[in-house]
C-alpha cells in the first residue's frame, strides 16, 4: 500500500479535515504555536491570558519544546524541533480546545480513542503524530522563521510558547479521524494476535506488585 | 598532565558530535532494519529516520528536538593526571554541557523536580551525571557523552532464582510491549538488559548496556551472548515495529550485563536507547592527542573482573 501525501494548512477548513484517513502523511504550511504543560498551566489554571490570537492565526496545537537559543540581539535559532508525548497533556486538553479552536494536535504517540470521541470529534479536530521519534532535523528544516516566543523567561525555553511559520514542515502522521478513530489503536489490535506466542513458556513472576493492568493487550497510557 | 582546556574543548566538541551524528553501528543496524521491514507505516517511518541522519549532518543541527538527559562517563588510565585534579574536570564537563546547549542548540532539558526551575544549560543539582571507571594501565582520559532520551522504555524488577530464564523473557517482553505501544519508547533501539548487583547498580548495569556497547558486540561470556541473540530474536518476533506499527523491528540488538547480586535475588532491569543512540567518545591522550571513535569499549575485561585482585597476566591473557 502507498501513503497518501497531503499538505495541509495550519488553519484548515473543515472540509481538509474531514478528508483526512488515518495513516496518510502530512506537510503543514502556515503558524503552529508549541503548548505543553507549562503553557497550559499558565494559560488554564493561572488564567493568563493567551499572547496569540487564536484559531484565527493558527489551530495548530504542538506538543513540543524545540532545541533553539535566543540570541542576545533577541533573534532566535532554532535547530532540531521534536515532538513530548501527548497521553498527558489528556487533563488539559478540552479546556484548552474550547478555548482556542485548536483544530490539529501535533505530537508524540496520539491519545485514546476515548479522548478522540470525547473532545476531538466534537471541536472538529484530529490529532497528527510527528513520525519515528523523531525527525528533529526533517522538521527543522520545515521552520521558515521563528515568528515569537512567550513566556520564556516564566516557563523557561523548553517550556516556553513558541511562534514558528512552518512551510511543508513535516512529515507527520494523520493518527485520528472525526470518527474517533485511533491510527495506534487499530495498530494494537494487529499485534495482539501475536501476544500469547511469544509470552509462550513464561509464566508470572513469584513476587507480584500492585499493577494497574496485567492484560497484555491493553496499554499503559 | 592533561590540560583542562584541552578537556572542556573536547567535550564540547563530543557534545556537538553525540547531538548532530548518528553512529556508524547503529546506524548500519538501522539500514539493515530498513531492507528487512514490510509493514507499510514502520518502513515509511524508518525511512524518514534515515533521511533525518542525513539532514542533521548536513545541516550540522541536531537530530531529535529532546535532547533527553546529558551525561558523561569518564574513564582513566591509572596513570592518567588532570590538571587541576578531578574537581577541575567535572567543572570543565558541566561547563561544556551547558556551552554546547546554547551552541548546538541543544533543548534545555534539566529542571528541578520540584520547583520545575530551569537554568536553561542542561545543568544543575547532580546534572549532568558525572560516573567514574579505572583501567589499570595508561595515562589517558576517554570522555563519553550520552545523550539518552528518556521518560519512557526502562523498567526494574526484582526477580528471584526461582523465576529463571522464562521469569527474565517475561519481563522483558513486559517492557517493550509496555513501551512499545505507540513507539514510546522510540524503537527500534539498542535494549540494553542489566542483571544483578544491588537494586541501583542493576539499573546502572542495564543503562551501561544499551548506551556504552555498540550493535553487535556480544557479552564475553557465551552463554550470555547466545541469550543476547535469543533476546534480540525475541523481541523482534512480536511483530511490533517503528512507533508502534506492524513491523518486524523493534530491537536493533539486545545488550546483556551482569553484576553479582544477593544470593536470594536476581534483581533486573530493561533500558531502550532510542532512535537517536547519541554517544560521542574521545580519548585524551598524556601527550595531548585527542582520538575521537564511537564504542565506548566500556565493558573490558577489567570492569568484568570477578577475583580479588587483578592480575596484569590475566589481562594479556585475554
Known amino acids: 500500500?502507498?501513503?497518501?501525501?497531503?499538505?495541509?494548512?495550519?488553519?484548515?477548513?473543515?472540509?481538509?479535515?474531514?478528508?483526512?484517513?488515518?495513516?496518510?502523511?502530512?506537510?503543514?504550511?502556515?503558524?503552529?504555536?508549541?503548548?505543553?504543560?507549562?503553557?497550559?498551566?499558565?494559560?488554564?489554571?493561572?488564567?493568563?491570558?493567551?499572547?496569540?490570537?487564536?484559531?484565527?492565526?493558527?489551530?495548530?496545537?504542538?506538543?513540543?519544546?524545540?532545541?533553539a537559543r535566543i540570541?542576545?540581539?533577541?533573534?532566535?535559532?532554532?535547530?532540531?524541533?521534536?515532538?513530548?508525548?501527548?497521553?498527558?497533556?489528556?487533563?488539559?486538553?478540552?479546556?484548552?480546545?474550547?478555548k482556542t479552536g485548536a483544530r490539529l494536535i501535533v505530537g508524540k504517540g496520539g491519545m485514546t480513542s476515548k479522548d478522540y470521541k470525547d473532545y476531538f470529534v466534537p471541536n472538529g479536530a484530529v490529532y497528527l503524530s510527528t513520525v519515528g521519534y523523531g525527525t528533529g532535523a526533517l522538521l527543522g528544516r520545515g521552520v521558515e522563521n521563528v515568528e515569537?516566543?512567550?513566556?520564556?523567561?516564566?516557563?523557561?525555553?523548553?517550556?516556553?510558547?513558541?511562534?514558528?511559520?512552518?512551510?511543508?514542515?513535516?512529515?507527520?502522521?494523520?493518527?485520528?479521524?472525526?470518527?474517533?478513530?485511533?491510527?495506534?489503536?487499530?495498530?494494537?489490535?494487529?499485534?495482539?494476535?501475536?501476544?500469547?506466542?511469544?509470552?509462550?513458556?513464561?509464566?508470572?513472576a513469584v513476587l507480584k506488585r500492585y499493577g494497574e493492568s496485567d492484560d497484555r493487550s491493553d496499554e499503559v497510557i | 598532565m592533561i590540560p583542562i582546556s584541552l578537556i572542556q574543548s573536547t567535550a564540547e566538541t563530543l557534545m556537538d558530535k553525540a547531538a548532530?551524528?548518528?553512529?556508524?553501528?547503529?546506524?548500519?543496524?538501522?539500514?539493515?532494519?530498513?531492507?528487512?521491514?514490510?509493514?507499510?507505516?514502520?518502513?515509511?517511518?524508518?525511512?524518514a529516520m534515515l533521511d533525518n541522519?542525513?539532514?542533521?549532518?548536513?545541516?550540522?543541527?541536531?537530530?531529535?528536538?529532546?535532547?533527553?538527559?546529558?551525561?558523561?562517563?569518564?574513564?582513566?588510565?591509572?596513570?592518567?593526571?588532570?590538571?587541576?585534579?578531578?574537581?577541575?574536570?567535572?567543572t570543565a564537563l558541566r561547563r561544556a554541557t551547558a556551552n554546547a546547549t546554547n551552541g548546538v542548540p541543544l533543548r534545555?532539558?534539566?529542571?528541578?523536580?520540584?520547583?520545575?526551575t530551569d537554568h536553561d544549560n542542561n545543568v544543575g543539582i547532580g546534572a549532568p551525571e558525572i560516573e567514574y571507571g579505572f583501567e589499570p594501565d595508561g595515562a589517558w582520559i576517554d570522555l563519553i557523552t550520552v545523550h539518552k532520551g528518556g521518560l519512557f522504555g526502562t523498567d526494574y524488577r526484582m526477580l528471584f532464582p526461582s523465576d529463571g530464564v522464562q521469569g527474565i523473557k517475561r519481563f522483558y517482553l513486559d517492557s517493550l510491549?509496555?513501551?512499545?505501544?505507540?513507539?514510546?519508547?522510540?524503537?527500534?533501539?539498542?535494549?540494553?538488559?542489566?542483571?544483578?548487583?544491588?537494586?541501583?547498580?542493576?539499573m546502572a548495569l542495564g543503562k551501561r548496556a544499551s548506551t556504552l556497547r555498540i550493535v553487535g558486540s556480544?557479552?564475553?561470556?557465551?552463554?550470555?551472548?547466545?541469550?543476547?541473540?535469543?533476546?534480540?530474536?525475541?523481541?523482534?518476533?512480536?511483530?511490533?515495529?517503528?512507533?508502534g506499527f506492524v513491523g518486524k523491528n523493534m530491537v536493533i540488538d539486545c545488550n546483556i550485563e551482569v553484576g553479582y547480586c544477593h544470593t536470594g535475588g536476581m534483581p533486573m532491569s530493561v533500558h531502550a536507547f532510542c532512535l537517536s543512540s547519541r554517544r560521542a567518545v574521545a580519548r585524551i591522550h598524556a601527550d595531548g592527542r585527542v582520538e575521537h571513535r564511537t564504542d565506548p569499549n566500556w565493558f573490558t575485561p577489567y570492569q568484568r573482573r570477578e577475583t580479588v585482585d587483578w592480575a596484569p597476566q590475566q589481562e594479556a591473557a585475554e
Open chain 2, 108 to 116: 534545555p532539558n534539566r529542571v528541578h523536580p520540584l520547583w520545575r
Open chain 2, 53 to 90: 541522519y542525513q539532514a542533521a549532518k548536513e545541516d550540522r543541527r541536531a537530530m531529535c528536538g529532546d535532547t533527553g538527559v546529558p551525561r558523561w562517563f569518564v574513564k582513566l588510565g591509572n596513570a592518567a593526571r588532570v590538571e587541576g585534579g578531578m574537581v577541575a574536570l567535572e
Open chain 1, 148 to 204: 515569537a516566543v512567550h513566556w520564556n523567561e516564566e516557563l523557561g525555553l523548553a517550556q516556553a510558547m513558541w511562534v514558528i511559520r512552518c512551510n511543508r514542515m513535516g512529515p507527520f502522521i494523520v493518527a485520528s479521524d472525526l470518527n474517533g478513530d485511533c491510527l495506534f489503536e487499530r495498530e494494537n489490535a494487529k499485534i495482539a494476535e501475536n501476544i500469547a506466542r511469544v509470552y509462550e513458556g513464561t509464566k508470572p
Open chain 2, 20 to 47: 548532530i551524528e548518528i553512529p556508524q553501528d547503529y546506524l548500519d543496524g538501522l539500514q539493515h532494519a530498513a531492507k528487512t521491514e514490510d509493514g507499510d507505516l514502520s518502513s515509511f517511518v524508518l525511512k
Open chain 1, 71 to 98: 540570541n542576545p540581539d533577541g533573534s532566535f535559532d532554532m535547530g532540531a524541533v521534536t515532538a513530548t508525548a501527548s497521553f498527558r497533556f489528556a487533563k488539559w486538553l478540552p479546556e484548552w480546545m474550547a
Open chain 1, 1 to 67: 500500500m502507498t501513503l497518501r501525501e497531503i499538505n495541509l494548512s495550519t488553519t484548515p477548513t473543515p472540509e481538509a479535515i474531514a478528508e483526512l484517513r488515518l495513516g496518510d502523511i502530512v506537510y503543514l504550511t502556515g503558524l503552529m504555536y508549541t503548548a505543553r504543560e507549562g503553557v497550559y498551566m499558565r494559560a488554564l489554571e493561572d488564567r493568563a491570558n493567551i499572547p496569540m490570537d487564536l484559531p484565527s492565526q493558527s489551530a495548530a496545537n504542538f506538543h513540543c519544546s524545540p532545541a
Open chain 2, 218 to 243: 556480544r557479552n564475553t561470556d557465551p552463554r550470555i551472548a547466545e541469550m543476547e541473540d535469543e533476546f534480540k530474536e525475541l523481541g523482534n518476533s512480536i511483530g511490533m515495529g517503528a512507533m
Open chain 2, 177 to 202: 510491549m509496555a513501551f512499545g505501544k505507540r513507539g514510546l519508547a522510540c524503537q527500534p533501539a539498542i535494549i540494553g538488559i542489566g542483571l544483578g548487583g544491588s537494586k541501583d547498580a542493576c
